[in-house]
């Protein structure tokens, strides 16, 4: 199973060193570059568990209109 993350989970996952879960539990966890980039900015507490997590993808967004219905319908 794959699962597409934002930043929030992830977040919150690496301050209890718990990110690693996602991948046993999911197998494959699949991040938007702008996601990726969030979590590399100054001493966030994810930074060095996304940079070694195992079963991880970082894709860049090629549709933001796409990006943008999906805000909408998360926030609705």
Not at 8 to 31: C, H, M, N, R, Y
Not at 57 to 68: D, G, I, S
């Amino acid at each position: 199973m794959i699962i597409v993350s934002d930043t929030t989970p992830i977040s919150e996952l690496a301050k209890v060193e718990l990110l690693d879960l996602l991948p046993q539990i999911f197998g494959k966890v699949v991040i938007p570059q702008g996601v990726f980039d969030e979590l590399q900015t100054g001493q966030h507490p994810a930074a060095s568990f996304v940079q070694n997590l195992t079963g991880l993808e970082v894709v860049t967004v090629n549709n933001q209109q796409v990006v943008e219905e999906l805000q909408i319908r998360k926030w609705t």
